[in-house]
């Protein structure tokens, strides 16, 4: 996959790093910054959860009964989106775009 990306190792091992850091930061701070800007929906907070911090992220919401569900099918369909435009690639995007 690496290189339909055009990445070397080191880009590899540099967005690894990027993606688990995001999930430690929202994991512990996702719910703080939310409570903090008085957001309270629970849909609101379990999709902004759900798709900036991942499985991290997502599981920091397992006390939220409310926001949980939406968190995992943010989740979820970050990953189904990023897997097809993966599959897509850069000329695939491109043509769809016009």
């Known amino acids: 996959m ?15 790093v990027f993606v688990v850091i995001t999930g430690i930061f929202g994991a512990s ?29 997502t599981a920091s919401l397992k006390d939220e009964k409310e926001a949980f569900p939406f968190a995992a099918i943010a989740m979820a369909g970050v990953g189904i989106f990023s897997t097809i435009l993966v599959g897509v690639g850069g000329k695939g995007i491109k043509a769809l775009l016009g």
């Open 29 to 57: 701070f996702g719910r703080k910054i939310l409570t903090s800007l008085n957001v309270t929906d629970p849909i609101t907070r379990g999709l902004a959860l759900g798709v900036s911090a991942h499985g991290l992220g």
């Open 2 to 16: 690496a290189k339909m990306l055009g990445l070397d190792s080191a880009g590899c091992s540099m967005a690894v």
